[in-house]
Structures are given as C-alpha cells and as structure tokens.
C-alpha cells in the first residue's frame, strides 16, 4: 500500500508544475493583450486625426470686434426722415480658402443696438420700441448672425485690394435668408479688413409693424386708423434696412 502511494506521488507532481506553468502563460498573454492596443493603436488614432486637420481646415482670420463698426439706417417711406444707429459684433471669424476666397460667420448682439441721430429724450424712446415684440424682439432674440458661404472677385484693384461679392445667409429672429452684397476687401495687410453696405427686407424676418406692403391691404390695421389716407403714408416705415459695415481683424492669421 505505501509503495502505490509513493507511486501515486511521484506522477502527480509533474502534473501539478504543468498546471501551475499554464496558468503563468495565460496571465502573460492576457497582460500582453490589455497592453497592446494602448501602445500601437492609440498613436495611429492621433496622426490621422492631425492629418484631417491639417487638409480640412483654412487659416482663420478673427474679427476685431472693437475695431468692427455696424450702422443700420431705416426710415419712413414716404417722408424724408430717416434715422441711425449703431450695433455690436459679438464674435466671429473669416476663413481664408484657396485663391483668395472666403468663408466665415459673424455674430452680431442685438442687445447693443443705439440710436445716433435723436436728441437722448427720444433715442432712449425709439431704441425701446426697436427691441420690443413690434420689430426684433431682442429678449427673445438676442442675436442676429451673417453665414458666409461663398465669395467671388470681381475685380482687383490697384491698391491690392479685391471687390467682391458675398453670398451667404442672414439670420434676424431664428429665421435664416440667402443674401448678397459686395465688399471691398483687404486681404494683403497684416490687419484684413472689410467694407460696403448690406441691405435686406425687414418683411423676410416676419418684422411687419407699419410696413408699406400693408397700405392697400384691407384686412391690416392702417385701415382701422382714424385718418387720411395721406396721413396714413406718412407713417408708412421702409422694409429695407441697410446696415453699413466695417470689418477689420486681428494682426495676422492663424493657421489650424
């Protein structure tokens, strides 16, 4: 009996130094695969992502918005009274494609809209009626904005300077419209830079108060009003709006 369990002894701990071994090459196995991918794939993820960036993206140019003046003009259509003021760039940047071509967006803050014209016993009186639910509503609607989308040269002045034409779309009170004006553009200085009028129909953002398209409508309120036609006229307020710009930047350009 002792002699088959010395046997029985002798065999088994071969078996058990096995096991144990197995176990020691299965754990390395598993530590090599845990490893693995965060050391080989994780560079790889990296570059691509720099290369996406690198033939994706223009140069940006960022907007001064110190620098940047906006003067919006309106008035009433029938009479030779018209009024101007002022309004804040919040943000925005220009994007600078291939041959001289540009993109970009620029925020604009209702909040800061002022009046230049008015004694301040009736500016303060006029801005308050602009803000309010009658025209832009800026509680409700604290930004406009302005979406390049394309641009094309007409001509190339002597000074270096480039006449263009801008498309892009308008956004007053969340809603959105295509536009196009043109700009004289100043892509050759340190500091670029950007000027012209934009103009736009103030009925295209459902701003509707006194509006001249309502004169011969039956069903608007001018036919309510307890007054001569002529005299109604005289109350009659443009749709279009212009809004003179002029857009200068930071020093230089960055590269993304």
Request: aromatic share 6%.
């Amino acid at each position: 009996m002792k002699k088959i369990l010395l046997i029985l002894c002798l065999i088994s701990i071969p078996l058990i130094a096995q096991s144990a071994n197995e176990k020691e090459v299965l754990k390395s196995v598993g530590k090599s695969k845990q490893i693995e991918p965060s050391i080989n794939l994780a560079p790889k993820l990296t570059e691509r992502k720099k290369m996406g960036r690198e033939i994706t993206s223009a140069p940006s140019i960022v907007i001064n918005k110190r620098s940047s003046t906006l003067e919006w003009k309106g008035g009433l259509k029938f009479v030779n009274n018209n009024h101007n003021g002022n309004l804040k760039i919040k943000g925005g940047n220009i994007y600078l494609q291939k041959d001289n071509k540009i993109t970009g967006n620029i925020v604009i803050n209702m909040m800061s809209m002022t009046n230049i014209d008015l004694p301040d016993s009736k500016k303060d009186y006029l801005i308050g009626h602009l803000r309010s639910e009658d025209f832009f509503h800026v509680d409700r609607y604290p930004v406009a904005s302005l979406e390049i989308s394309s641009s094309k040269i007409l001509e190339k002045k002597s000074n270096g300077k480039y006449n263009m034409e801008i498309s892009g779309d308008l956004t007053v009170k969340s809603t959105s419209k295509p536009i196009v004006f043109t700009a004289l553009v100043d892509l050759e200085s340190d500091i670029k830079s950007a000027s012209g009028t934009m103009k736009f129909n103030r009925l295209d953002f459902g701003v509707q108060y006194r509006s001249e398209m309502k004169l011969d409508d039956a069903q608007s309120f001018w036919n309510d009003m307890q007054t001569t036609k002529k005299t109604t006229m005289d109350k009659v307020i443009k749709d279009q709006i212009e809004v003179k710009f002029n857009i200068v930047s930071m020093p230089g350009i960055l590269e993304r």
